[in-house]
């Protein structure tokens, strides 16, 4: 019986190292079954515990060898192999997947940051102009050619552009061309032989697009924020600008003050738009290349006739850049944040507020919603406008700080 079994086993296993194993109990066996015949006699007289023992020795030993056998020789076959994951290099995986480190790269050497001096203030210590505002732009063209926002190089009289590249040289710049209309401007350095970002095509881009935002907010150079593209035709009067015809750009990359006039870009490493301002957290607008382009075009033709820059009207000046809270606006602010009161149904929201300005020296901060100027109601930003037109000495505005209304004042400065 124990014979067949070891017979049953070889069937089912069927290991060759194993059979070797199995030959020798068998030879073994055999042998035992001739010695049985042959000492009959003797074997009668045994104890009955001694043949027990004999009887079960055999399978017993077949199983101790075939357990050794797999655990020795066959033991992936029937225990699981189980090791440690062995990730990649991190080198490797950082080129991989870090894509958006390679576009930072690619276009960090041609953003440039954007100081505006005002020779009027200096400062106690240094004896230096103060900073009245700073932002971004970038070098489109290797002569000294910068281009940027409106807001971010007029500000105030009295006042010069300083130009920081991105390897630490810095140059005067003069303001060649520019449209209020539309927030762009170009600057001009004396410097050759600069990097040049390239121009995407903004027609192209896709809601869901990677984009990176750069910049130098706060004076930090090459910093760099990241998101997608919500919407690639927000128009501007959903944003409360009726006199501009642009669909802007909508990304949750952050833009602030300082990175505002630098490239948008995407994941080609070509600008597809001009940072131009923040509403909130996740929700930032960009002018589209395409617009920029034939801003640039028209710039051409204008310094091949000689005109050196766009004439734009003097205005009563407070040093404000605003936007206008529409519904859509409102309805998005109040559902991100809790700082604006539930029952606000318009205003105008002030993004960015010159250092040293009438407005800054009043008492206004980024955030404020102006809700009313001389107790008149500011629905949008052309209200703010006629109200710089009136000839008041002041103006009482009226805003919400948070869920705080207060009252601010402040003097305008004649052109």
């Not at 055999?58 to 060898?65: E, M």
């Not at 920029?292 to 040093?319: H, I, T």
């Amino acid at each position: 019986m124990a014979f067949n079994n070891l017979k049953k086993i070889n069937a089912l296993l069927k290991f060759s190292n194993f059979r070797c194993v199995l030959n020798a109990f068998k030879q073994l066996h055999n042998g035992q079954q001739y010695n049985k015949y042959e000492h009959k006699s003797n074997k009668q007289k045994e104890s009955s515990r001694g043949s027990i023992w004999r009887s079960n020795f055999i399978p017993i030993a077949a199983a101790s060898a075939l357990s050794a056998y797999l655990v020795y020789n066959q033991k992936d076959y029937i225990i699981p192999h189980v090791s440690a994951f062995t990730s990649p290099p991190l080198s490797g995986r950082r080129k991989q997947y870090n894509f958006l480190a390679d576009v930072v790269h690619a276009c960090a050497p041609s953003v440039v940051y954007i100081e505006i001096k005002d020779m009027r203030q200096f400062d106690y210590y240094t004896g230096k102009p103060v900073t009245a505002s700073n932002g971004s732009g970038f070098i489109i063209d290797s002569n000294g050619l910068i281009l940027t926002n409106a807001h971010v190089v007029i500000n105030k009289p009295h006042t010069m552009v300083q130009v920081r590249l991105n390897d630490g040289r810095t140059f005067p710049g003069v303001v060649e061309d520019i449209d209020q209309t539309s927030d762009l401007a170009t600057v001009r350095i004396q410097c050759k032989d600069l990097p040049v970002m390239s121009l995407g095509q903004s027609s192209t881009l896709r809601s869901g697009e990677w984009v990176v935002a750069l910049g130098s907010p706060l004076a930090l150079s090459n910093t760099v924020t990241a998101g997608v593209v919500s919407s690639t035709q927000r128009p501007s009067q959903e944003l409360g600008l009726k006199n501009r015809d642009i669909n802007y750009i909508q990304t949750d990359a952050a833009i602030t003050f300082g990175n505002s006039g630098g490239p948008l870009v995407n994941l080609d490493g070509e600008a597809i738009g001009v940072n131009s301002m923040k509403v909130t957290a996740g929700i930032s607008f960009a002018i589209p290349i395409d617009y920029v382009k034939l801003f640039l075009n028209r710039a051409e033709e204008r310094r091949r006739q000689g005109v050196s820059k766009m004439d734009y009207p003097a205005k009563r000046y407070m040093g404000i850049t605003m936007l206008t809270l529409t519904p859509d606006i409102l309805f998005e602010l109040k559902n991100r944040t809790q700082n604006v009161p539930s029952d606000l149904t318009h205003g105008v929201l002030v993004w960015k507020v010159i250092i040293g300005s009438p407005a800054h020296t009043g008492g206004l901060y980024p955030g404020d919603i102006v809700t009313k100027i001389n107790d008149k109601e500011i629905k949008n930003s052309s209200d703010v406008y006629e109200a710089l037109a009136l000839k008041t000495k002041s103006l009482d505005i009226t805003i919400f700080r948070g869920l705080k209304k207060m009252t601010v004042k402040i003097v305008p400065e004649d052109p």
